[in-house]
């Protein structure tokens, strides 16, 4: 990636805090980031961020976040994941 270590500190900052309120909004569930990839432009512009639900190590989740606009654009979600934390709203 082409970017400073500032940047990538501030990419990574900006995209942690989309993905804890993602989670919180969306599932009502606190989950904790340990690893951050940020893609190249040419590959994609996401954020890869992976971590688990807060107190439940074993839950680990994957998540994508654009880093041009700062939304979700992916996700990966442990088995049982949305039968024991359904979504909080209808999505469109």
């Given at each position: 990636?082409?970017?400073?270590?500032?940047?990538?500190?501030?990419?990574?900052?900006?995209?942690?805090?989309?993905?804890?309120?993602?989670?919180?909004?969306?599932?009502?569930?606190?989950?904790?980031?340990t690893?951050?990839?940020?893609?190249?432009?040419?590959?994609?512009?996401?954020?890869?961020?992976?971590?688990?639900?807060?107190?439940e190590?074993?839950?680990?989740?994957?998540?994508?976040?654009?880093?041009?606009?700062?939304?979700?654009?992916?996700?990966?979600?442990?088995?049982?994941?949305?039968?024991?934390?359904?979504?909080?709203?209808?999505?469109?």
């Open positions: 990636m082409n970017k400073s270590a500032d940047e990538q500190e501030e990419i990574i900052r900006k995209a942690e805090q989309v993905g804890i309120q993602y989670f919180k909004e969306n599932y009502n569930v606190d989950v904790v980031f690893k951050f990839d940020i893609d190249a432009p040419h590959v994609s512009s996401d954020v890869a961020m992976y971590g688990h639900i807060k107190g190590e074993d839950q680990e989740i994957l998540l994508l976040v654009s880093y041009r606009t700062y939304e979700v654009t992916s996700g990966l979600y442990p088995e049982g994941f949305f039968e024991k934390h359904p979504p909080l709203k209808e999505s469109n």
